[in-house]
């Protein structure tokens, strides 16, 4: 059995990232590389280069998250970008959604252990939410899937005019390039990559922005929502239909 890789300390930029949540930002980096690894939700090699590869990677997500919206942080594994997300804007309110039990085990122990008031863990599909969870006004995601993937299971969860920031890394042209047709089917009406960080990480995060219009998802994503909205729908007598 290999000794277990020691977590180094927090570069200096992250207390300017955190605020003052730094110390529950360490606390999570603690949980991530003693439990996360345990656990297989991280693996012990990416120990050493927590704080720079996957918190602050993340954390400068909030450079480019508007003030006091929704978001849904799609495939959220360990929790990344949500938590970090959550600990760097306090403002925003955040769901983390993850189909796997151990990992929203995970989340929950997290979310309660750092008392983060504004986040929600659910368990769950992506596309099987469409029309199940309120629409959201940002969709965050982190190395979960190609992005015209990506874009199918995200797109249709938010509201419209609301739109997904994919982190991604020096692929992010190519990807968008090649998803383009796949994005303008599922309502998107303009997209770019943007960084993220400037100034405080190096290099800053790529993100890859995607601006839906009237319609996210596309038409399949909405059949989807108004088939949910009819089995929601209650019948006369109060029941809901089956």
Not at 20 to 45: H, N, Q
Not at 80 to 92: H, K, N, Q
């Amino acid at each position: 059995m290999t000794e277990a890789a020691e977590l180094p300390p927090a570069p200096e930029q992250a207390h300017a990232i955190f605020g003052d949540r730094f110390a529950d930002a360490v606390r999570y980096a603690e949980l991530l590389a003693d439990a996360g690894v345990r656990r297989g939700l991280i693996g012990p090699r990416e120990v050493p280069r927590l704080w720079e590869r996957h918190l602050l990677n993340c954390a400068v997500l909030s450079d480019v998250v508007p003030q006091g919206v929704s978001v849904c942080d799609v495939g959220s594994g360990a929790g990344l970008p949500g938590i970090p997300l959550a600990l760097a804007r306090p403002d925003l309110r955040i769901t983390l959604l993850e189909p796997l039990l151990r990992r929203t085990t995970f989340l929950e122990e997290v979310v309660m252990l750092l008392g983060l008031d504004n986040v929600t863990v659910v368990r769950g599909r992506a596309e099987e939410m469409i029309g199940h969870l309120p629409p959201v006004d940002v969709v965050t995601a982190r190395a979960v899937a190609p992005l015209d993937r990506l874009a199918g299971w995200g797109l249709p969860l938010l509201r419209p005019h609301g739109e997904m920031l994919a982190i991604k890394g020096d692929t992010a042209e190519e990807e968008l390039k090649a998803a383009r047709a796949a994005l303008s089917k599922l309502g998107a009406v303009e997209t770019s990559v943007v960084l993220a960080g400037v100034g405080v990480m190096d290099p800053p995060s790529t993100v890859v922005r995607v601006l839906v219009g009237e319609s996210p998802g596309g038409v399949r994503a909405a059949t989807r929502r108004a088939k949910a909205a009819r089995a929601n729908r209650p019948e006369k007598g109060g029941r809901r239909r089956r």
